[in-house]
């Protein structure tokens, strides 16, 4: 990533924090299905922002790597991980040179972060049984834009796996889905 668009990211990041208001929210794809998660294990936030979603999935017991370009974005996180309370490791990177190698985790979420290039990378980090959680913008319900996911798109990144559910409309797309760990399944080659 470009040092302008790092900086343009900071600078959004720093002004939500001088707004305040930060709190801990599940994935949105999860909201009133919370009881997909895995009992426990390894989290992976793709993108983590100001670790809503990180510091939310350390408080339901996961062992949390948190994952974004902006330190400004991570130090938010930070302070929100000690006022909840929780550990998160957050892991300053820079996602255009692919996912950090770390392991396996027993949940992936990435939300409202969209490369299709990292796709096959998601579904590689996802262990056996894990589940996988994105939500990206979408151009259905939109119209086309730059960053905007066309009709279909995360089906077919995903589809191999197990699709737990799957919408697209408004504007956003998201999917939830398990690996069942079948070597077989095509979305891990
Ligand atoms: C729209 S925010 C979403 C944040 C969070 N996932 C959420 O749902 O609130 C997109 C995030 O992606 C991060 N980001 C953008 N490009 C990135 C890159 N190349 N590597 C790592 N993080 C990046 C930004 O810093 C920002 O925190």
Redo the contacts with the bound molecule.
């Keep these: 990533?470009a040092d302008a668009?790092r900086d343009r990211?900071d600078s959004r990041?720093a002004a939500a924090v001088a707004a305040g208001a930060d709190g801990i929210a599940p994935p949105d794809a999860l909201r009133g299905r919370t009881e997909l998660l895995p009992p426990g294990g390894r989290a992976l936030?793709v993108?983590?922002?100001?670790g809503?979603?990180a510091v939310w999935l350390a408080a339901q017991g996961f062992a949390v790597d948190a994952?974004?370009?902006?330190p400004v974005?991570l130090d938010a996180g930070r302070r929100l991980a000690a006022r909840e309370g929780v550990p998160v490791r957050w892991l300053l990177?820079?996602?255009?040179a692919g996912l950090p190698d770390a392991g396996t985790y027993d949940v992936v979420v990435c939300?409202?972060?969209r490369?299709p290039a990292r796709y096959p990378e998601l579904v590689a980090r996802i262990a056996p049984g894990g589940l996988l959680v994105v939500?990206v913008l979408s151009e259905v319900g939109e119209g086309p834009g730059p960053f905007r996911a066309p009709a279909g798109e995360l089906r077919a990144a995903f589809g191999a796996l197990e699709v737990l559910h799957h919408v697209e409309r408004d504007g956003e797309a998201s999917i939830v889905a398990r690996f069942s760990g079948s070597a077989s399944t095509s979305a891990r080659r």
């Design positions: 990533m668009d990211w990041h936030d993108a983590c922002g100001r809503a979603v994952v974004d370009v902006s974005a990177h820079d996602l255009d939300q409202r972060f490369d939500t």
